[in-house]
Each structure stands twice: as C-alpha cells, then as structure tokens.
Antibody, heavy 124, light 113 residues
C-alpha cells in the first residue's frame, strides 16, 4: 500500500525558513516522479513543485520560484521542500503527492496518491 | 496558464437525486494526437486529502462507485453523481494536466438538501 507521510510544518515568521519532508513507502520510490501541492485554509488546490525520479527535471510554480527548493533522497525514500523567504500567502497545508502511473510504467500529470499533509503557518 | 473555472460554487441536492458539477478550461485540454482530454476530477472530504475520482475526463479510478461519471471534451466538462449518497458530501475539484503549470478549478461544495 502506498503511504506518503509529511512532516516539518509549523509556525514561522515572515521571511523565515522551513524544511518539509515526505516519507514514502509501499512502492519503489526511486522510480517515481513526486510533487508538492498546497492548499491555503478554506481555499483550493495549488500545484507547487515536481521532481523527476533521478532529480533531473525540476519544476516550480511561479509563486514559489526562487524561494522554494524541491529535492529527494532515493536512498532514504524521502522527498523534501526547502522553503525560504516565507510570506503570509504561503500559509497552507502542504501535500506530498505522486503522479498516476499506468501498467506500462508511463506517468501522467494527475495525482493518484496523496499524503495527509502538513500545515505551514507564516505569521508574526 | 490554463484557468479552470468550476460552477456552481456550491449546490445542495436531496439524497438519491442527481448532482451535476461543471468545469470550463480557458483553452482546450484535448490532445488531438491521441484524442484524449487531459482532465481529472477529485473529491475532498473535510480534513482529508483529495481523492482521485476520474481521469481522461471520463475514466473512473479503481474503486470509485459507478454513480460518479465524467463527461465532456475540449474545454467543457461535467462531473455527475447520479444518485447522491450521504458519504458524497465533499468539495469536488477539476484539474487540467494538458500543460504546465498544472491547475485546478476553485472547487464545488456538495451538500445534502
């Protein structure tokens, strides 16, 4: 069974930094692209960042480009999101999410598996 | 960026009745080379992460009850719950995966009348 467990959220002041982690299990983590998706309180979903299986391809939403860094450690089955220069508008639940993979091993950019999320609050 | 617009923002439906949610994209999400619509639907219950319901606009994810169906093509899509059950109370989101950045609709809240 695929499991994604996020951690690292908390309260941080504007301009501060935080590092989120996502521990993956139940699948061969090193062969899957991974993502971060966030949801501000009472709001909709926003894709934040994605990283390919070997970290070759990395993409960011414009809203976080230059401030957030996605990374992974395949030996530890873990995904990370380093968040710097945090703003009030970054306040959200951050979900770790895996793309859909078909039986041929090809993936498509919608999300089949999600973690429970970790809450990041940016406030003074 | 492709903008996804859902309507209505919320709707209240009686148990056993049909619920219909609409999703419009600012440009077509139909890939003509494979004739597939790059559109997914999710269900999110309070305090839970989203759950994938539908992909390719009309393919039901494994384990999703057949009262959920997706339809539409190009830039206009519909999620239908044919006979609303109490456990279907949730917010529903559409998402396009035709182009980056991946974008979601604003959500439609479904409640019991």
């Amino acid at each position: 069974e695929v499991q994604l467990v996020e951690s690292g959220g908390g309260l941080v002041k504007p301009g501060g930094s935080l590092r989120l982690s996502c521990a993956a299990s139940g699948f061969t983590f090193s062969t899957y692209s991974m993502n971060w998706v966030r949801q501000a309180p009472g709001k909709g979903l926003e894709w934040v960042s994605s990283i390919s299986s070997s970290s070759t391809y990395i993409y960011y939403a414009d809203s976080v480009k230059g401030r957030f860094t996605i990374s992974r450690d395949n030996a530890k089955n873990s995904l990370y999101l380093q968040m710097n220069s945090l703003r009030a508008e970054d306040t959200a639940v951050y979900y770790c999410a895996r793309y859909y993979y078909d039986s041929s091993g090809y993936y498509y950019d919608f999300f089949q598996h999600w973690g429970l999320g970790t809450l990041v609050t940016v406030s003074s | 960026d492709i903008v996804m617009t859902q309507s209505p923002d919320s709707l209240a439906v009686s148990l056993g009745e049909r619920a219909t949610i609409n999703c419009k994209s600012s440009q077509s999400v139909l890939y003509t080379s494979n004739n597939k619509n790059y559109l997914a639907w999710y269900q999110q219950k309070p305090g839970q992460p989203p759950k994938l319901l539908i992909y390719w606009a009309s393919n039901r994810e494994s384990g999703v009850p057949d009262r959920f169906s997706g339809s539409g093509s190009g830039a206009d899509f519909t999620l239908t719950i044919s006979s609303l059950q109490a456990e279907d109370v949730a917010v529903y989101y559409c998402q396009q995966y035709y182009s980056s950045p991946l974008t979601f609709g604003g959500g439609t809240k479904v409640e019991i009348k």
